[in-house]
């Protein structure tokens, strides 16, 4: 049975956003800085930069045997406090936004036990994770609540919520992650078929980061000077709710942006530093909203990153830089260094790409001196090993866009077709490399589940800085053809290609590959 997504958007009713047929206005508007339409929050915004930043907790083993750790984590929700003085319901991995961070360790077994105590179906996958097909978290197969009535359950095998190939279970399951790969910052969220962007938005991430030994011996901040900081924005009810569009893919095609910028969960938080270096894990949560991230010292005075790692692990070499473009999916490695700010100082974290108070996006306070015996080596990943296109290596191209699929109906489309589980757009050898080519309409990240790849060429240039390193999500921008070498390394099956623009994504931009 052809499963295909039910999510289009009438192109009439487009209007408020891109319009059918978009004019050279409407393209100047789009090849802006953030795809996608602001949903203004009900009720007053709290102000920037007067709660402390947190950091979720990581999660600890249940049991654990030789080469493997077992986890169970459960889904529920949980009341948390997001915005001074009022409550939100999250949607959380234990209660929690983000959920706990998973510390893993290359080439050690994790197995995660979810367990569905919420209302609706969900399915965790772990993005940048080179995992075999049935723990990859493919969009049909879904976990069903542990309550859910026999009746939804047998609705969900009939294919009505979850496709008939899709494996279902209901309560719990238990997603395996081999992870043979190296070091790297990862996450894990919900990719339910349709409902993915809803159910992020609620809280449904968290952070997943594997360690090995290379890493282990480079003398980079680590313990409490090493911090994931996960952005995302979004937007609130006058109770303290999470705002989202009911008809979100109707009023909202582009995607949904929010009036509130999260970091780990809370509004423009601070971090109270000692003017030493740190490493921060950045990565872009956020559903449509893309980053151009700088630091802004006092007096108009400019910080620098040093990027260390990318989506796929560490870089070979750091590389300095003033700004981080970031689009959804995205994770980008950085260390900053804080010695010689003087005590007292304050930094500010800004998002250029944005407007109004969304250019805050959190800030760093520098307390105390202290000891710092870190220090970021000319070399970082040793093994890094550099891809060269090649004459004969199979090239395949694919145009992310919108696509008018009849009746008035626009979905967003790649190569033309919206996602159904049993169209295979490519099949890639075991073990092999493709020349893959992505070319868009619009602003979409493309991210690819198993494969790892390297970008070598932007709009017929050299890659730009954000693209250094092993990738697995890489920003497509108008009008623009993005060039990357991918390895398809793991297992065979069937995994996915979409675009990681999550409103897009659940509107069909989505396609499969099948690993052979
Ligand atoms: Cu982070 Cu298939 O997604
Ligand atoms: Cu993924
Ligand atoms: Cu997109």
């Not at 234990?94 to 209302?119: C, E, K, M, Y």
């Not at 399915?123 to 197969?141: A, I, K, R």
């Not at 099949?427 to 790849?453: C, I, K, N, Y």
Request: charged share 25%; with cysteine.
């Amino acid at each position: 049975m052809r499963r295909l997504s039910r999510r289009g958007f009438l192109g009439l009713a487009a209007g408020a956003g891109a319009g059918v047929i978009v004019g050279a206005a409407g393209w100047s508007r789009l090849a802006g800085a953030s795809t996608g339409r602001v949903l203004a929050s009900a009720g007053p915004l709290p102000k920037p930069f007067g709660v402390p930043l947190p950091v979720p907790p990581v999660a600890r083993p249940v049991r654990s045997e030789r080469g493997a750790d077992f986890y169970e984590v459960e889904q529920r929700e949980g009341r948390v406090e997001i915005l001074p003085g009022r409550k939100t319901a999250v949607w959380g991995y234990d209660g929690i936004f983000p959920g706990p961070t998973f510390a893993a360790r290359s080439g050690r077994r994790t197995v995660l036990q979810v367990r569905n105590n919420l209302t609706v179906p969900t399915v965790t996958h772990l993005h940048g994770g080179v995992t075999p097909p049935e723990s990859d978290g493919y969009p049909t197969d879904l976990l069903l609540p542990a309550r859910c009535s026999p009746g939804q359950a047998r609705q969900a095998h009939s294919g009505m919520t979850g496709g008939h190939d899709g494996r279902t279970t209901v309560g719990y399951r238990s997603y395996e992650y081999p992870l043979s790969q190296q070091a790297a910052t990862l996450w894990y969220h919900d990719h339910r078929m349709d409902f993915s962007a809803p159910q992020v938005w609620r809280g449904l991430a968290g952070f997943f980061l594997i360690g090995d030994q290379e890493e282990d011996r480079l003398p980079l901040p680590g313990g409490d000077r090493d911090i994931p900081l996960m952005l995302c924005d979004r937007s609130f009810e006058e109770d303290g709710s999470f705002r989202y569009p009911d008809h979100g893919h109707d009023a909202f095609p582009d995607g949904v942006l929010g009036d509130v910028q999260l970091v780990n969960g809370a509004p423009w938080p601070v971090l109270e530093v000692s003017a030493t270096r740190y490493r921060f894990r950045l990565l872009n949560a956020s559903n449509t909203r893309r980053y151009q991230l700088r630091l802004e010292a006092e007096k108009g005075r400019r910080g620098r990153f040093i990027q260390i790692g990318s989506d796929g692990g560490l870089l070979a070499a750091p590389q300095p830089l003033d700004t981080i473009d970031m689009a959804p999916g995205e994770r980008c490695d950085v260390v900053i260094d804080f010695a010689g700010i003087s005590v007292g100082s304050r930094i500010t974290l800004r998002n250029t790409a944005a407007e109004g108070g969304m250019r805050d996006v959190m800030r760093f306070h520098v307390v105390r001196t202290a000891r710092d015996d870190s220090r970021i080596p000319a070399r970082l990943a040793t093994s890094f090993d550099k891809l060269t296109p090649s004459k004969g290596m199979p090239v395949r191209a694919f145009d992310f866009r919108r696509t008018n699929t009849g009746e008035d109906r626009q979905m967003w489309t790649i190569n033309g077709q919206p996602f159904s589980t049993d169209t295979v757009l490519a099949s890639p050898r075991l073990g092999s490399v493709e020349r893959w080519r992505f070319s868009s309409d619009f602003h979409h990240p493309v991210h690819a589940h198993l494969a790892q790849f390297q970008v070598i060429a932007r709009g017929g240039r050299p890659p730009a800085p954000a693209d250094a390193g092993w990738k697995d999500t890489v920003d497509v921008r108008p009008y623009e053809v993005v060039e990357v070498l991918a390895r398809f390394a793991g297992y065979k099956g069937r995994y996915m290609l979409h675009c990681h623009n999550l409103e897009h994504e659940d509107m069909a931009m989505m396609g499969n590959f099948q690993v052979i």
